[in-house]
């Protein structure tokens, strides 16, 4: 399940919520960062222990990572247009959401090669928002599991004319993605509401999906 706070914060922790991380798409410098954290230490240094010692876990994360976070900058430009996509404050929403729900789906995908037990990861966002998902417990990925990828492909396709998957007017490429980690590292020093709103309905686009497979994995 996802969860999100739109709490607003004074601009002092709005400034230590909005300091990078260093590579998004690294599973460890993304799990090793302040903007990540897990329901315990254990389970914290369970997970950069698992991905420290996989190195096909790591390039899992990496092109799952790649994947979400072009799928994302579409979707996000649909709904908000170019300008606010191309916002500080919401290119910084979206790579770290990209992270989140790319370490959600590997996990998912992986699931034996996690923690057995539930838990639940948690991703500060700008502008005093953080996103929760809680991994069920078990050791196979449930029947039905949908990644973020896939979600946003099919919700992508219904905002676009007959079902054509857009072309951004954010660039999504190497250079993009390059421009899009440095404008990660820049302090947002006011919130935006519309950027928490963005989130909001990215994370909408994919719960019904998330929900509807945990429930068969909790009667598997």
Known sequence: MVAISTTLVSGLSLLEMSRSVSDPG???SFLQSDVFSASSKRIHDALIGTFAGSAGLKETYAATFEATFDRLSKYVTLLAGPEQANSEEQRITTLRNAAHNALVDTIMTNRGSFPPEGFTIRTEYPGGAWGTTEIPPGRTTPPGWRTTVESLDAAIAERSPAGR???PAVSVGTAGWRAA??????????????AVKVLEAMLEANQTARE?????????
């Not at 980690?181 to 519309?194: N, R």
């Open 181 to 194: 980690q440095a404008l990660a590292g820049a302090a947002a020093l006011g919130t935006d509401s519309a």
């Open 26 to 28: 690294n599973a460890l």
């Open 165 to 167: 998957t857009p072309n």
């Open 212 to 220: 509807r497979t945990e429930a068969l994995y909790h009667t598997t």
